[in-house]
């Protein structure tokens, strides 16, 4: 399965950007999928997560109100709608998918790996 990331950019603080992760090579509805994160310096961590059907969803406690996780299991895609960014929201942002109905923030649950898009806000 391969994921590859795009939307990424530079953006206020305060505006909104929208992540796009696109899936090929695999069946994209039996993988439960996630959004996370890595600044520098720091470990990569959890954003949010969602399952195959879209039944159940999953956010960092600090984006939630603010980010949104969707897929489209017919155009194999995940997308993160993220509003209101702050400039502690920069990293670089990676989709990972995980073949099993529920997501996980254990990022090492996860089987496939985008190689990430970077997000910058500015204040």
């Known amino acids: 399965v391969q994921l590859v990331e795009s939307g990424g950019g530079l953006v206020q603080v305060g505006g909104s950007l929208r992540l796009s992760c696109a899936a090929s090579?695999?069946?994209?509805?039996?993988?439960?999928m996630g959004w996370f994160r890595q600044a520098p310096g720091k470990e990569r961590e959890f954003v949010t997560g969602?399952?195959?059907?879209?039944?159940?969803?999953d956010y960092l406690g600090s984006v939630k109100g603010r980010f949104t996780i969707s897929r489209d299991n017919a155009k194999n895609t995940v997308y993160l709608q993220m509003n209101s960014l702050k400039p502690e929201d920069t990293a670089v942002y990676y989709c990972?998918?995980?073949?099993?109905?529920?997501?996980?923030?254990?990022?090492?649950?996860?089987?496939?790996w985008g190689q990430g898009t970077q997000v910058t806000v500015s204040s």
């Open positions: 090579g695999g069946t994209f509805s039996t993988y439960a």
């Open positions: 969602i399952s195959r059907r879209s039944f159940n969803t």
């Open positions: 990972a998918g995980a073949q099993r109905l529920f997501t996980s923030p254990d990022p090492s649950t996860y089987d496939y």
